[in-house]
């Protein structure tokens, strides 16, 4: 992989220089390559299944036999598995891979503290999940938007929870990302990394789902005014990797994040001077301080389009410049595409 050139996907703050990139914080747990399978997720049996009695409803007001101890089991084997967990995150006894993506600690912690943002707050509707592969490696492309981007988020709990095999979605994110404090640890412990063709061919090397928003900045920064109006899909630099690895490109459509902050304003100023690509002004954002920062209760849809297959091309389709932009412009308008169908069935923006 150290031959492969590098080919930024965005072009504003996301470089896919590798000599420019934040160095990789490791992890206090083991190292390892990419994981053979996605994690094995336990199901523990139902008490009391091999008792016929058991199947039976309880009447009305009754207790059914072995209820109170089947509920202590169960209490006991969450307890005793909390306690296990703290073990391993005590002594360092756990796994990351080499891009800091922590597979424990993502399933069993950071998933249930966005879950319910995104079943209770956003309500988040997913549609077309049958549309990414069931294995190998994939690229999920999408639009951005939002001025905080939720949605990437939003998008791997839908992966994460949606999808018949359980897969994974690793996001390739700005270079300000891992640049933030916390910010930066936690994003490397969802799988995040740099939104650049090297990691990016890596990934789908393992056979993993790689997300990239192409839009960047110019998607989340975007004003109110221009909302699910897709911006320049950068230099393509996403196409060149799939073709380069033969992996289908699911293109993928959100509505509901253009209206969690309605940007009406922008800071340039201070934006300068803290060093933000922008600084947003909202109905409700500085004026309300930190009340202003709680996203508006949007109700959300993500949809995944069907494939596109890149492994009929030819190895160096890669470097076509003429074929690079027409596989661009055709995600791209797929995504356009179905964004508007879906304003158009949508009844409300919080409903």
Known sequence: MADAKVI???????????????QRRRGSGSRRGAPDAAPVREVQPLAGRDAPEDDVPA??????????????????????????????????DYEVDDFGYDAELTDQVLMSLLRPVYEKYFR??????????????ALIVANHSGTVPLDG???????????PAGRHLRLLAADLVFVL??????????????????????????????????????????????RYKLQRFGRGGFVSTALRQGTPIVPCSIVGAEEI?????????????????YFPITPTFPWLGPLGAIPLPTKWTIQFGEPIATDSYPAEAAED??????????????????????????????F
């Open 8 to 22: 930024p996907f965005d072009d504003d703050r996301s470089r896919g220089n590798p000599a420019q990139r934040p």
């Open 59 to 92: 009447a009305s007001g009754e207790a059914q036999p072995g209820q109170g101890a089947r509920h202590e089991g169960g209490l006991e084997r969450r307890i005793a598995g909390g306690l296990s967990f703290l073990r391993r995150r005590l002594t360092g």
């Open 124 to 137: 988040v509707e997913v549609k077309g999940v049958e549309n990414i592969p069931d294995k190998g490696g």
């Open 153 to 163: 988020l939003m998008m791997q709990v839908a992966v994460h929870d949606h999808h």
């Open 181 to 226: 404090p916390v910010v930066n640890e936690l994003a490397r412990k969802l799988g995040h990394t740099l939104a650049c063709s090297e990691d990016a061919e890596r990934l789908l090397e393992q056979g993993e789902l790689v997300g990239v928003m192409p839009e960047g900045f110019k998607g989340i920064g975007k004003p109110f005014s221009e």
């Open 261 to 277: 902050y309605p940007m009406i304003g922008n800071a340039k100023t201070v934006a300068r001077l803290l060093g933000f690509p």
């Open 321 to 350: 410049p003429m074929l690079m932009f027409n596989l661009t412009d055709q995600v791209r308008e797929q995504i356009q595409h179905t964004l508007y169908k879906l304003l158009v069935q949508r009844r409300s923006v919080f």
